[in-house]
């Protein structure tokens, strides 16, 4: 992560706004810029963590930037500091505090976000990218998702490589992407969802707003795999404890 510093990440997200307004053409409404949360915890944190997911619901024709929802230094629900239900939010915060705080951390382990703004700050301390950046539905239409990911998919495997992230967390995603990061040759797996591959670890989840599993149980099982490449000592990813993230 050498040549990561913002400097670079502003002149990636010029390129990356260029590019899709380039390739929209006339039809380009607006775009959700996203990549690394907040690049000062980011940069910190001894695991890279990114989240995969589908689309940004982004509903208007406006340049959004995920970096500018969590600037602020104290979280609150009620302004949904990212345009995402609050059962998402908190999912993600929980699996990075874990990830990020070491000790092999369950849910039951953990303090509330609430109570504890080290929770909020892990989430900051992270990275989302989305296959599908445009403007989207409360409800992902796979087959558009499929079309935008082959479109796409060298403008966001570069993001991926710019950011570097040591974890793929795959929300829902992982079906679509397995072919281009070629994980069917997986170099090691971890139970059925965790593909380690190139030096990064892939997890293949549902999406964190999947309201069938309850809070615990989506935070605990990505959390096992997570864990479970450090206990087995698969490659160079490493978890280690982080306090300054």
């Known amino acids: 992560m050498s040549n990561l510093n913002e400097s670079a990440i502003n002149i990636f997200n010029d ?32 695991t890279k963590i990114l989240w995969l997911f589908k689309e940004a619901f982004n509903g208007d024709d406006t340049i959004k930037y995920y970096s500018d929802y969590v600037a602020s230094d104290h979280f609150d629900f009620e ?10 939010l908190k999912r993600m915060m929980y699996v990075n505090y874990g990830i990020l705080k070491g000790n092999f951390l369950k849910w039951d382990d953990m303090d509330n976000y609430d109570e504890n ?19 989207g539905g409360t409800q992902s ?8 990911f082959i479109r796409d998919k060298e403008i966001i495997k570069k993001q ?11 929300g829902g995603v992982f079906d ?17 969802s965790g593909f380690y591959k190139d030096g990064r670890l892939f997890i293949k989840v ?40």
Not at 117 to 135: G, M, R, S, T
């Open 15 to 46: 390129d990356l706004i260029k590019y899709y307004q380039e390739t929209e053409g006339i039809e380009f409404k607006g775009l959700m810029v996203d990549g690394i949360l907040d690049y000062s915890r980011y940069k910190k944190a001894n």
């Open 79 to 88: 302004t949904k500091a990212l345009p995402a239900a609050p059962n998402l």
């Open 117 to 135: 703004e080290e929770v909020y700050d892990a989430f900051k301390a992270a990275a989302i990218i989305n296959l599908k950046k445009v403007p």
């Open 141 to 148: 239409n796979m087959s558009e998702i499929n079309r935008y």
């Open 160 to 170: 991926i490589d710019f950011i570097n992230p040591d974890l793929i967390i795959c």
């Open 176 to 192: 679509i992407i397995k072919n281009e990061f070629d994980l069917e040759n997986y170099d090691s797996k971890i139970g059925e």
């Open 206 to 245: 549902y999406h964190p707003s999947y309201f069938i599993m309850r809070e615990e149980q989506y935070v605990d099982e990505v959390l096992n795999i997570a864990y479970a490449i450090q206990k087995e000592k698969i490659g160079k990813v490493k978890y280690l404890k982080c306090d300054n993230f």
